[in-house]
Every structure is written in C-alpha cells, then in structure tokens.
C-alpha cells in the first residue's frame, strides 16, 4: 500500500515553484455507493490529508449544520441553557455567521435536532438566490489543498435543487457551470462511484443504517425528507419506488453535469468494484 507524503509527490500533486502543491478529492455518488468507505480507504492512504465526512465543520459543505447569525445564535444559546458549552464547542465563527454542527451534540432534549435543522441552507429553508449566494462565496473563499470530502459537490447540493427548490436542469447546469468557473484556480478532482443497481444499494444502506435493535434509522427518514418535498408531493413519490424513481433521475442529472461541466477533472469509478492500488495510479 502507498501512502504518506511520497504518495502525494508521486500521484497526488503538481510541482510549481519547487513545491508540490496537493490535490483536493471529492468524493460523490448516490446514496449507497460506498463514499464513506471510499473516504476512508483514500484517507488511509493518504494519511497526511484532511478529511471532511457529513456533519463535520467544512470549508465548503453545510450539511447537517446550522447556519446562523450572531442574533439567531445568541437566541438559540437562550433556548437551550443546558446546552451553552456543548453549542459553543460545536460553532465556528465565519465573518458574520456562526455555524454549529448540531448533529455532534447528543442530547434528548425534545425537538432540540429538529429546530437546528430550520437553521440548515438545505431543505428548502432558503430561495434559490440566497443558497447559490452561499454556496459559491464558500467555494470562492476556499483556499484548501490536500484535502478530502464527502459528498460536498453534488449530493446535497443536487437534492435540495431538484426536491425543494424544483430547480430544471437548466438551471442546476447554469449552476454547475459558475460553479467551475468558480474553482478554475482550485487544484481538485472528483471521484464519482457510479452506481449500477440503485436497488440493491438502498437495500444495503437500510440494513447498514439500523439502531441496536435492528430498527431501520435512514430509511424513514429519506422516504419522509422526498415525500415532503415540493417535488415528491407534485410527482406524487411514495415509498421505495418512488424513492428510486428519483434515484435514477438524479444519477442521469450527475452524469450530464460531469459530462458537460466537469469532465476533464472527474474520475468515474464501478461503486465498490476498484482496487485502490489502481485508482492511486489512475490520479
């Protein structure tokens, strides 16, 4: 296995000026393509990279994080006393706003995830102008090198496009597009898992993603978060089948985006069908 700083010399990096400056790896894919293992396979080998999974604090990503201002903050701080240091140790300060990754603080207080999750740029929480504002001054801010992210271009980004702002393609692919023009001084590649039978992996991830007794933990909550949606109610989604119907449609918006947008900085690899030694090689 290769990894530590060679690796990122050999296969990783570009030379300039005498130093080698590091790529940047976005890891995407449908729900059960296998991200988070992927991430922690490459993290492994390159073990001097940093990692950004879901929920974590990102220099791009603000998923299952609150975004805030310094009023909202200081409101929430008052809602939950009990929780003052937990929150505090979980916010970061950016400019004006305040972050909090609320899914790192476990507690049972009631409905204290749910009135957090208000505060996400997801789930149709914001208008379209106002979310792309968001999303692009974080990716234009964002001077990172060597470092790895889940799901932080696509997934998240897409979903809340297609169910709650019910953006067209066009748009999405407008979006996409400033979104390049964006990271044209960035070092970075997407690693896509390209997933065959979107089926067998949801039925994968729901078993994976159970409590201790065996209950189903994700799968509720997907079905619930695309029936919910402005799309899922107008195309009446219901249940598995609906959620695959929607599966497939974004897997073939992804594809075109890569296709159109991205092509020359993607990697498109079989979902848990590679060998890291030759995906090393193939970056």
């Known amino acids: 296995m290769i990894n530590g700083r060679f ?10 000026e005498g130093l080698v400056k590091r790529n940047n790896y976005f890891i995407e894919g449908l729900q059960g393509a296998g991200k988070s293992t992927f991430v922690k396979k490459l993290s ?19 998923a299952w994080c ?47 995830h749910k009135t957090l999750e208000k505060y996400e740029i997801y789930n149709g929480n914001l208008d379209k102008e106002s979310f792309e504002n968001i999303i692009f001054r974080r990716f234009r801010n964002w001077k990172g090198e060597g470092q790895i992210f889940e799901c932080s271009i ?8 297609m169910l709650y702002l019910m953006m067209t393609e066009h748009e999405i692919l407008d979006f996409y597009k400033e979104l390049k023009n964006i990271l044209s001084d960035k070092l970075y590649k997407i690693i896509y898992l390209d ?26 909550l997907m079905i619930q978060y695309m029936e919910e949606s402005a ?53």
């Open 195 to 220: 997933m065959d039978d979107i089926s067998n992996g949801i039925n994968i991830i729901r078993k994976e993603r159970c409590d201790n007794n065996g209950n189903e933990i994700w799968f509720p």
């Open 66 to 112: 609150a975004y805030v201002t310094e009023k909202q903050y200081s409101v929430l701080l008052s809602k939950y006393p009990s929780l003052e240091k937990e929150l505090k140790e979980k916010t970061v300060t950016e400019k004006e706003y305040k972050i909090i990754c609320y899914t790192q603080i476990l507690t049972d207080i009631p409905n204290f």
């Open 44 to 62: 492994d080998c390159l073990n001097d990279y940093d990692v950004f999974r879901e929920g974590d604090f990102s220099p791009v990503e603000l």
């Open 231 to 283: 799309y899922g109610k107008k195309y009446h989604l219901r249940g598995l089948e609906g959620l695959l119907w929607h599966m497939e449609r974004r897997k073939a918006l992804e594809h075109r985006i890569i296709d159109e947008v991205f092509r020359k900085n993607t990697v498109i690899l079989k979902a848990k069908n590679y060998r890291m030694e030759d995906i090393l090689k193939l970056l």
């Open 7 to 16: 690796a990122v010399k050999k296969f990783f990096g570009k030379r300039e």
């Open 154 to 161: 696509f997934q998240n980004i897409i979903e809340n496009q």
